[in-house]
């Protein structure tokens, strides 16, 4: 019996899992693998949340007016600057805002010079009660013709990550630093990243998240205001204003060097054992 099509883009999906779980150097393994929803009922206590599909009902927020200030992080990290108003002034710790009025708020922006070769403004996609936020540099390409974050194949890559968590791309949260795509994929330059980021922070505000992992170097230095090398810092948690951040590898630096996938599946664990999600390992 011929195989169906959709046959065959499950088998080529399979095949692309098993591969990918290959490069992380992981041995077989199997997940307990139950519908997303009832799933994603599984990966918090009943006393602190219940799930129902995307749907993430939280305890009321932690007020974020307790959460340390970048100059009490968890590790001492010297800041960027330490004189001039900080970034974080933008953003509203107590946030009833809604990505909504954020991304209303943010309109048509030309608030910096990002914006003349734009085709479209990358706000930011994926569930907005999220527990897990990916926060990454800037949109490329294919982002910047789709108006969604990672769906180049630095995004595909990302999916894979998420998936191998035992979680679906519309079960977290994924934007960048900045909102639109810097010419020829080149770092965002400072002014930009202070132009934009206030709209990061107040997004990180409005979703308020259990743990947000910073993809890469622009990410980690701008939640936590550092000219320091992420490779210090990568897979350790960290405190970015009362948040559980854990700087991590982007995924366009795996796809330019495989061997430190490893590092990044150690690191996702970590996240996943936060979360309250577990990998099984097969019985031998
Ligand atoms: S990168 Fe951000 S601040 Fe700059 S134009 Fe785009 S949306 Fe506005």
């Known amino acids: ?22 490069d992380l150097g992981l041995a077989p393994f199997y997940r307990d693998r139950v519908s997303p929803s009832s799933q994603s009922l599984q990966l918090h206590s009943p006393a602190s949340l219940s799930v129902s599909g995307s749907q993430v ?19 001492s990290i010297a800041p960027l600057s330490s004189s001039g108003p900080s970034l974080f002034d933008a953003a509203n710790k107590l946030s009833t805002e809604t990505l909504l009025q954020i991304r209303d708020d943010l309109g048509e922006c030309t608030r910096c010079k990002l914006h003349n070769a734009r ?11 999220a ?42 949260y994924i934007c960048n630093v900045v909102k639109c795509r810097p010419p020829g994929n080149r770092q965002p330059e400072p002014d930009e990243v202070a132009a934009c980021s206030p709209f990061l922070f107040r997004q990180l505000d409005s979703i308020n998240p259990k743990v947000i992992v910073c993809l890469g ?13 992420i490779s210090h810092y990568r897979g ?4 970015y204003r009362g948040y559980k951040m854990l700087p991590t590898y982007h995924p366009a630096y795996l796809l330019r060097n495989p061997a ?9 664990q970590k996240v996943m054992a936060e979360l309250g999600l577990e990998i099984k390992k097969k019985a031998k």
């Open 1 to 22: 019996m011929s195989e169906s099509a959709a046959d065959i883009a499950r088998n080529e999906k399979i095949k692309q899992r098993l591969q990918f779980y290959e």
């Open 57 to 75: 009902m939280k305890q009321p927020p932690l007020p974020k007016s307790a959460a340390m200030p970048p100059a009490t992080l968890s590790r």
């Open 119 to 129: 085709h479209t403004i990358v706000f930011g996609d994926g569930n907005p009660k």
């Open 131 to 172: 527990q897990l936020i990916f926060v990454g540099e800037g949109p490329g390409a294919d982002e910047d013709a789709q108006g969604l974050p990672f769906v180049g194949r630095a995004g595909k890559l990302l999916t894979q990550m998420i998936e191998a968590m035992g979680l679906e791309r519309r079960d977290v």
């Open 217 to 229: 170097a622009t990410a980690f230095q701008t939640l936590l205001q550092t000219n320091r090398s």
């Open 236 to 239: 350790q948690w960290l405190d």
């Open 260 to 268: 430190a996938k490893a590092d990044v599946w150690k690191d996702l």
